[in-house]
């Protein structure tokens, strides 16, 4: 079972009894934190994605310690000007272990949509009820509407075919 996190602005995938280092948490060495934002859960294979958090559900650590990073060297020279600057960071890590996963909100989530599917299927059922007298109604006048066409479209040709049997008879 693991767990995708965000902690401290950042996203770690997680595991039980796994240590990890993160940015500087405020509270004290041996103390426990727990992190409601969790994003996404598997558990044996069953994933479960939050939309953008899984509610109800969290992930209990403990800190094991505070210490710095290794340093980080930033150098800056402009050549023939005689400017130069060195300068160091150590970035502030905390670390952490992580205890326990918790899916609390899996089961109440997972029963929502199929309660919001039999809502769907009730309002498409009770729209094709009402839909059909309008469909009749449309396939009757539909079919009413081919007919005067025709008609209109063969009294046409009537007319330019006796204007051109004239046109001949004329000459």
Do not use: C, W
Request: charged residues 35%.
């Amino acid at each position: 079972m693991y767990a995708i996190v965000e902690i401290a602005g950042q996203q770690f995938k997680v595991e039980k009894d796994q240590q990890i280092f993160v940015h500087r948490l405020d509270n004290e060495e041996g103390s426990k934190v727990e992190f409601d934002k969790v994003l996404l859960i598997d558990n044996g294979g069953k994933i479960n994605v939050g939309a953008p958090a899984i509610s109800g559900a969290k992930v209990t650590a403990k800190v094991l310690g505070h210490m710095k990073g290794d340093k980080v060297v930033v150098f800056k020279k402009k050549r023939r000007k005689g400017y130069k600057v060195k300068n160091g960071h150590r970035q502030s890590f905390s670390q952490i272990e992580i205890q326990s996963i918790v899916e609390k909100g899996a089961t109440a989530k997972k029963a929502a949509p199929k309660a919001e599917a039999k809502l769907v299927a009730e309002k498409a059922t009770t729209a094709k009820k009402e839909a059909a007298p309008k469909k009749a109604a449309k396939k009757k006048a539909a079919a009413a509407k081919p007919k005067a066409a025709a008609k209109k479209s063969a009294a046409k040709k009537t007319t330019t075919a006796n204007k051109t049997t004239a046109k001949k008879t004329d000459k």
